[in-house]
């Protein structure tokens, strides 16, 4: 033994230091080492079924991508316009309304009218998508098939529709919550 107050050595059993007569404190008998408690456990997350958790945002998302394909549609034929004023001029939809010039000029009103046309299929399934309808995982599968072929968004959000929805668990989740009548920000269906 050591005495803690100068170091020196003591004899073993004695309870004063010989030299400076500092009280020597016996050390504790070694023993196991002390047993370390874990953390307590956190109170588990609630598991919320994976459509359940995308739904929301896919719907939003088509509904978004609906607005963006109208909003450039117009975009695109208002400068479609702009470049091609000096051809047709100033007073050319209304004095030639029938008449769309020369080439491909007839395809204007058909492809104006496609655009419109996606714009509010794509509102549909957003809205589809939203409500819950009992359609809407077909009409969300078949939209984000047609989808895939339009470069960068239409293509990631075709992606994603089809990873929400396109499995045989998410079919079979999307009608659990279509049956239970589950809506936006009611407590999820047991």
């Given at each position: 033994m050591v005495c803690q107050a100068c170091g020196s050595a003591v004899e073993p059993g004695g309870r004063f230091c010989p030299r400076c007569g500092a009280?020597?404190?016996?050390?504790?008998?070694?023993?196991?080492p002390p047993q370390y408690t874990?953390?307590?456990?956190y109170a588990p997350m609630p598991y919320i079924p994976r459509v359940q958790r995308h739904l929301q945002a896919l719907g939003t998302l088509w509904c978004l991508y609906a607005l963006y394909r109208i909003v450039s549609g117009l975009l695109g034929l208002f400068v479609f316009r702009a470049v091609t004023w000096h051809?047709?001029?100033?007073?050319?939809?209304?004095?030639?309304?029938?008449d769309w010039?020369?080439?491909?000029?007839h395809l204007v009103p058909f492809i104006i009218a496609m655009t419109i046309t996606a714009s509010l299929f794509g509102l549909f399934v957003g809205y589809s998508l939203l409500t819950r309808q009992t359609w809407g995982r077909v009409l969300a599968i078949v939209a984000g098939v047609l989808v895939l072929?339009?470069?960068?968004?239409g293509t990631a959000l075709g992606i994603y529709t089809l990873w929400v929805m396109a499995p045989?668990?998410?079919g079979v989740e999307y009608d659990a919550m279509v049956d239970a009548g589950y809506r936006p920000g009611m407590p999820p269906p047991r």
């Open positions: 009280q020597i404190v016996a050390a504790a008998p070694p023993g196991p874990a953390y307590p456990a051809r047709w001029g100033p007073d050319w939809p209304l004095n030639h309304w029938g010039g020369h080439g491909w000029m072929f339009k470069p960068l968004l045989s668990a998410s």
